[in-house]
């Protein structure tokens, strides 16, 4: 490494290493880490869960010391003065301490006080951050009341509440919807340009990574790669492919695709499905039968996300999914709706969450909810699950009403929670046990299903360890294998995959691919506009209120211009919530 870029560098880890010992194992979150972050850009840590990225981020906070080589932060070693470099960056972790309790102007008083923020400097402060994240109008809400992305833009708000020189930012959007995310990115952009600071932001969104102007990929701690987005992706010119079979559904193809020899990758963009091949070549689909003639491969340009699944499964060998076949669900099948609902509202006090939603869910179908933060899809999800009753309106599911058996409809639904419901403190084979007789399962179907589980969503080698101490995406496998410890015919699924490297998330799809196929009915909610696709329709939520029903091309096509003619799902979005947002705006003119 030259030395006139490194005296002048945002961040230099030279030779890194960090290791953490979980009961008689010893983890290398880091290991022989040497990169350089250079000063007013915005550099992008990437990679799966279990990569090192927190652990970086960390150690450059100085919250932690590394166990070899050296960090330099502004030119500070981290190692003499952590407390130096804290006083020179902002820091936000993934999940940001906000006092829920406490207002928005009242949770910027408590950083300020922490950061020494002196008082007759703060008012002219508080009006540049609440302007530059748009929360001037809340000052006086508490942070409890707030959206999921308006919590996240209060957090960057007190993490920027003094100037820092360098912006930690550690998945700053997980878990907050297309227009919240879009609105964070505008406020990382200004803050380069603007002020000149330097960002270094860990991101689940490989989309976000060709926002970057610099990338640095981790895989289990090792440094794979550094350069901009078009470093990676520049050699798999050629390997990229967009296929379409008329007659055949996407999800179907994606599955058939999948499994052919030299694919790396597939997955369903918007109405076809995107193939990267180990060699420059297009997939040989010969092999399929009953494809008929209709098929159309095109190349297109490889993405940042088309490297970075290259890269991780280059030299693997891939294996189809070992997840045994569900039973066909026991209710009859047939076409008829598994969910029915009608004019649902949920009321908390005066404030309605839920005003008149109405939608079916036909069985074995993958249906999307959608919305907004705060838009009222986990409150229309807990009514559904019987986790919370409804104001008024008629729910049914798998034949139930909700109103009167909730108890007879919870034994036919799976459901994984948002927050992943495991007991962190229990092992995975105690999860297991204890999620099998919560359902009421006897022991010889007991002992069958905790082995189906721990075989086919392979956690047989984690099976004595703490869920806890599990990396995320195996936790997200441990929370689907309890969901469907018995065999469900619907299957709930709250944000699921929210957080999740995008390995563990085309594992997810797959799995809930084949049980699809199976005839099991999933209903998901997801920010992730990529994923709606792989649902069969779609219901997006604003206000509590429907804003849009139909199938992902049907949402697509109103978008469809000369200047935009194949509009992504996340343009659907948007277009949709910023049409309502200008009507609201149109109906409260005087």
């Not at 299957?491 to 490297?501: R, Y």
């Amino acid at each position: 490494m030259a030395e006139a870029p490194l005296a002048d560098a945002a961040l230099v880890l030279e030779n890194v290493g960090k290791a953490f010992r979980s009961g008689k194992r010893i983890i290398r979150a880091l290991d022989g880490v040497s990169l350089v972050a250079e000063p007013g850009k915005v550099t992008g840590l990437i990679g799966a869960d279990g990569a090192g990225k927190t652990t970086l981020m960390r150690l450059a906070a100085g919250l932690l010391r590394v166990d070899a080589g050296s960090i330099r932060v502004l030119g500070i070693d981290v190692a003499d003065a952590p407390l130096q470099v804290q006083s020179a960056i902002g820091y936000m972790p993934q999940r940001f301490g906000l006092y829920e309790d406490l207002s928005v102007r009242e949770n910027l008083d408590l950083y300020a006080d922490l950061q020494g923020v002196p008082t007759e400097e703060r008012p002219d402060r508080y009006a540049e951050l609440l302007r530059l994240v748009g929360l001037a109008p809340f000052t006086k809400r508490l942070a409890g009341r707030l959206s999921g992305g308006m919590k996240q833009k209060l957090g960057l708000a007190c993490t920027l509440v003094r100037p820092p020189r360098l912006l930690l930012l550690d998945e700053p959007t997980v878990g907050v919807d297309p227009v919240s995310r879009r609105e964070l990115w505008s406020i990382v952009y200004r803050l380069v340009r603007d002020q000149g600071t330097s960002v270094l932001l860990s991101t689940a969104y490989l989309d976000e990574a060709e926002r970057c102007d610099d990338v640095i990929l981790l895989h289990q701690g090792r440094l794979l790669g550094q350069g901009p987005p078009s470093a990676f992706s520049g050699p798999l010119v050629g390997h990229s492919f967009l296929v379409t079979v008329g007659g055949m559904s996407k999800r179907s193809l994606q599955t058939r695709i999948s499994g052919l020899p030299g694919v790396l990758d597939a997955v369903i963009q918007g109405e076809r499905v995107r193939v990267v091949m180990r060699e420059p070549a297009p997939p040989d689909l010969s092999a399929l039968e009953g494809l008929g003639k209709c098929i159309d491969v095109h190349p297109v340009e490889p993405s940042f996300e088309d490297a970075f699944v290259s890269r991780l499964r280059s030299g693997l060998t891939q294996r189809a999914s070992v997840t045994p076949p569900m039973p066909a669900p026991p209710t009859g099948g047939g076409e008829g709706a598994a969910i029915s609902v009608e004019g649902a509202k949920r009321r908390f006090g005066d404030f309605y969450a839920v005003k008149g939603v109405s939608f079916e869910v036909r069985r074995g179908e993958v249906f999307g909810l959608l919305g907004a933060n705060g838009a009222g899809k986990t409150t229309t999800f807990r009514m559904l699950c019987g986790l919370l009753p409804a104001s008024e309106g008629r729910l049914q599911v798998a034949g139930h009403d909700l109103r009167r058996a909730a108890a007879r409809a919870r034994g036919r639904i799976g459901y994984m929670a948002q927050r992943f419901s495991l007991y962190g403190n229990l092992t995975v084979a105690q999860n297991l046990r204890f999620f099998a007789g919560a359902y009421g399962l006897r022991r010889p179907a007991r002992r069958a299903r905790i082995r189906w589980a721990l075989e086919g969503f392979d956690l047989a080698a984690y099976a004595d360890r703490a869920s806890s101490d599990l990396p995320l995406g195996y936790k997200q496998r441990l929370a689907m294998a309890a969901a469907l410890m018995h065999e469900p015919d619907i299957l709930f699924l709250d944000e699921p995959t929210s957080g999740v490297d995008p390995l563990a998330r085309r594992e997810f799809w797959h799995r809930i691919n084949l049980l699809a196929e199976q005839g099991v009915t999933v209903l998901v909610t997801t920010h992730f506009m990529d994923e709606a696709n792989y649902c069969d329709r779609l219901l997006i939520m604003a206000d509590g209120e429907t804003l849009a029903q139909g199938t992902p091309a049907e949402m697509k096509s109103r978008f469809r211009t000369a200047e935009l003619p194949d509009p992504t799902m996340e343009d659907a979005f948007i277009g949709l919530i910023e049409m309502r947002s200008s009507a609201v705006q149109e109906d409260s003119r005087p």
